[in-house]
């Protein structure tokens, strides 16, 4: 099932698997994870039988007719299940229903080909994350 967290738990387990997949492995410390703005956007988290996270992802409002996905993260055991492809078209439908038309994101050279998969188009290289993780800018009209 996907959702929002809700309870202080779930929060933690929601941050705490994107510390573990999008930070840990570049030695950076706990919290760096997240941004000052958290309270702003909207989060989704997949939830197993056992209400456990096994994914999540962050879908930030930019203007009234783009919004970006932001830290897709799934937990190692459990890629490459289709987790990831439900939470992006999750995020798809709920961006469509507040009226979004197009959905912009920083992808990691490694992802490229998840996004391509599902109709996101590759604008160019972005930004040097931790001075060695590039990544590239994408789009997909919805
Ligand atoms: C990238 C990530 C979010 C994808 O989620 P996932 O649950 O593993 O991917 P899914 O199983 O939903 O894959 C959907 C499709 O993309 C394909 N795919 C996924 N990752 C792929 C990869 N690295 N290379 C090629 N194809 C890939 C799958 O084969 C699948 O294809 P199918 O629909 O034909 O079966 C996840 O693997 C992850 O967290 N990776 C590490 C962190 C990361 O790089 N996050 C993205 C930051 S931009």
Same mark, same amino acid.
């Given at each position: 099932m996907i959702r929002s967290p809700h309870t202080d738990a779930e929060w933690a387990a929601y941050f705490y698997l994107r510390y573990q997949i999008l930070r840990a492995p570049w030695g950076q410390p706990e919290g760096s994870e997240q941004t000052a703005d958290e309270a702003q956007h909207l989060h989704f988290a997949f939830f197993n039988e056992q209400n456990n996270v096994m994914g999540v992802g962050r879908l930030d409002q930019i203007n009234a007719q783009t919004a970006q996905i932001r830290f897709m993260a799934v937990d190692a055991p459990q890629q490459s299940k289709g987790i990831g492809k439900s939470l992006i078209h999750y995020m798809e439908t709920e961006a469509k229903q507040k009226g979004i038309q197009q959905i912009i994101l920083h992808a990691r050279e490694v992802a490229l080909p998840f996004y391509q998969k599902l109709g996101y188009q590759l604008d160019?290289?972005? %930004? =040097? =994350?931790?001075?060695?993780?590039? %990544?590239f800018l994408m789009h997909k009209l919805i």
């Open positions: 160019g290289p972005s %930004h =040097l =994350l931790f001075d060695e993780i590039q %990544h």
